[in-house]
């Protein structure tokens, strides 16, 4: 299994956390975005510590600075107010249009797939 430096759970789901946490590297960084409030039973905490893994909870934030720098994207630092082009694009592995949602669904189950993404507008045809 790949492991990374950096995962963000963003699931509210025990088995979300759990997968999470086995996605990080030895070292890396567990960002928490949601919690899971109805507990987690059973919850084992040995991998953070075994694997020394950092975790950073994530509730709130400027969603509207979050959103311009996902806009800019651009290729120089500069531009981006001396953050490092974030480049998105390579963890979308295919775009649908939202009335293909279904098939959107079907794929992104797929182990290959990254993450899918689903165009608010119909394709014009």
């Known amino acids: ?9 963003a699931t ?5 956390l759990s ?3 086995s996605l990080c590297r030895p070292m890396g960084t567990l960002v928490l975005k949601s919690t899971c409030a109805a507990g987690v039973k059973g919850f084992h905490s040995a991998p953070i510590v ?11 934030g400027p969603i509207d600075v979050a959103l311009d720098l996902l806009e800019k994207n651009s290729t120089s630092t500069d531009e981006n107010g001396g953050v490092p082009p974030l480049r998105m694009e390579k963890y979308v592995t295919r775009t649908f249009p939202l009335s293909r949602a279904r098939e959107a ?8 797939t990254m993450k899918v993404q689903l165009v608010m507008e119909d ?3």
């Open 1 to 9: 299994m790949n492991r990374y430096d950096v995962v963000v759970d």
């Open 12 to 16: 509210g789901n025990p088995n979300g």
């Open 19 to 21: 997968l999470s946490m």
């Open 50 to 60: 075994i694997d020394e893994l950092s975790v950073v909870g994530s509730r709130c």
């Open 105 to 112: 669904l079907e794929f992104a189950a797929l182990r290959s």
């Open 123 to 125: 394709e014009e045809e």
